[in-house]
């Protein structure tokens, strides 16, 4: 039955309202990036675009630029402030190795894991298989304490030693994202027909050649979405970084350090903010494809 052309055309402007909704969040936290310090703390009205654009936000985040300089060779004032608090280019570097890091770690397990779940029939394995997911359902707050503690003493603090902190967040951040990229893997893995293993074992290939050089092949795509997700979850992670590390600060403990007892750095906010969207929102555009089918866990039959 064929949808009539007004239900079809309230149904489109439906969809890009709620697009709207949703995405005005972060058009205004753009937008806020490139305001002056004037534009931002108006009160006596909501400033859209009478404003002059200015970067300073992101020449003193990104770029660890003065501020003050900035805003006196722009002509916008003489500007508050140096640039050291706020230049964020070495968070965003430990950032990066953390999630990179974790991404490896997790993919590395999850591969083998989903294939022998999606592969070999065992007694409780249901079972195991909702045990795997209900460790994703644990908030992070409800294990901090102990691991707090757990990490003391194993001398995984970056107190003690920055390169142990760094292997305690990745290992962390790991073990947080692996149910999740565990059954992701599954349902991509569960798509491709087992016939394919007995046929390659049938011409003499062992069960980790047959996994290695015939399965992975197939499932490329899905361990790519299965990897920017890892990735993304890993790079926005904010509350074990905040308690589990003191020299290491990644992105978005960064940007709590911006809320201060004299005010809101609104304009930095905002700019790391962005900066730090846009990887993800790049990473999600090139693999959405096969993101949004693993997602489904195999409720979608082609």
Known sequence: METSRPLQFLRDVAAVLVTGLFMFPIFWWALTSIKPISAVFDKDRVNFFDFVPTFINYGVTLFGQSRSQLAIDQGIGMGVGGAEAYDSRVSIMQSVIVSLGATVVTMSVAVFAAYAISRMVFRGRNGYLNWVLGQRFMPPIAILVPLVTIYKTAG??????????????????????????????????????????????????????????????????????????????????????????????????????????????????AALGTAAIIPSFIFILLVQKNLVRGLTLGSLKE
Do not use: C
């Open 156 to 269: 995984l603090r970056d107190t003690d030693n920055l390169y142990m902190g760094y292997l305690g967040l990745m290992m962390i951040y790991a073990l947080m994202n692996l149910p999740i990229a565990v059954l992701l893997m599954k349902s991509f893995l569960d798509d491709v027909p087992k016939d394919v293993d007995e046929a390659a074992m049938i011409d003499g290939a062992t069960r980790f050649q047959t996994f290695r050089k015939v399965v992975l092949p197939m499932v490329k795509g899905g361990i790519a979405a299965s990897a920017v997700l890892v990735f993304i979850f890993s790079w926005t992670e904010f509350l074990l970084s905040l308690f589990l590390t003191t020299e290491i600060r990644t992105v978005p403990v960064k940007i709590q350090t911006f809320v201060t007892s004299t005010g809101n750095e609104w304009g930095f906010i």
